[in-house]
C-alpha cells in the first residue's frame, strides 16, 4: 500500500512500490481474502478475472507492506493494483490495497483511510507556509486548488521530486493562461513536520519556481502541518505513513483537485498523471466556477 521513499532496498525490508517505478504494468483487481501469511509476506486472494492478464482464480501474491496483513482477514472484500514487472524476472506485488466490504461487521482497523471522491466536502485543514504563515485550505474557496503531498527529504526521482516537477510545469501553464490564473492555486503539503520548517520549505519551493522573490510563492504554498492534523489529512486523502528507522518515510503519493466550492473534482493516485491530464481538467473546474 506504501510507496518507499529510501536509497536503497534492504535485506527483509517491504517490497518497493511498483506503482512508481518504471517497468511495471498496472492490473486492476478485485477479489475475497482466503488467507494472510506473515512469515512470508503474502495474501491469498481468491479473485475475479484481471481483464488483459489472467482468468478468475485463487493464488498467494505478496504485499508491498508486511504490516499491512494484520488488517486483512479471511473473507474481506477487497481491491488493489496487481503491479507486474515487465523485466524477466516477472515479480507481482500487490499495492493500493483497499477492504471495501469486511467480513467481520465488528472488525475496525487501527486507521480508516478515506478515498477521495468526486462531490466530498474537505475539510479545513490548518497549516504553516513557506513564510512561517498559518493558512487553510477554506481560504482558496472561490479557486481551483491543487493538493499534493511530499516531503523535501525524499531522495527517490520517481517520488516526490516528480510530483513537484509536474506542478512545477502546471504552475508555469496556468500562469500562462489569463482564464486560470487568478482562478487556480497550487499547494504541496508535507507529511515531514519534524524537519520540514518554513525555511526548509520555501528553499525547497524555490528550487522548483526557480524565484525566492516576494511574490513567488503567490499560486503555490509549500505547508506542513502539525502531526494531529497530519494524521487527519493522511485519513482523508489516503495517505499512507510510515516512519522507518533510517529516519525516512514510507509512504503512498495522492493529489486532488478541489473546486472552488471546496468539493473534491478529482482524485489522482500515485503518480502516474500526467500535466496535459491535470491541466484539462483544471480548465474544465474553472469554466464551471
Known sequence: MLAGCH??????????????????????????IVFTNASTGEVTVQHAAITGFMEAMTMPYKVKDPNILSELHPGDTITAD??????DDADIVLDNI???AQAKPDYKPQAIYHVPQAGDTVPDFALRNQDG????????????LLVTFIYTRCPLPNFCPRVTRNFADLHRRIAADPALAGKTHLL???????????ARLRAYG?????????????RWDFAVPDKPTLTKMAHFFDIG???EADNTIT??????????DGKVERFYPGNEWTVDEVFTDVKRSAAKA
Open 251 to 260: 509512504h503512498t503519493l495522492s493529489t486532488t483537485l478541489i473546486g472552488a
Open 133 to 144: 504563515r498559518q493558512i487553510h485550505l477554506n481560504q482558496f474557496r472561490g479557486k481551483q
Open 206 to 218: 524555490a528550487t522548483y519556481i526557480g524565484s525566492d522573490a516576494a511574490l513567488a510563492f503567490e
Open 98 to 100: 483497499v477492504v471495501v
Open 241 to 243: 505513513l510510515t516512519n
Open 188 to 198: 504541496c503539503v508535507s507529511f515531514d513536520p519534524d524537519n520540514d520548517t518554513p
Open 82 to 87: 496487481l503491479l507486474v514487472s515487465q523485466h
Open 7 to 32: 536509497s536503497g532496498p534492504k535485506p527483509d525490508a517491504p517490497v518497493p512500490s511498483a506503482s512508481a517505478m518504471p517497468g511495471y504494468k498496472t492490473y486492476k483487481m478485485r477479489g475475497k
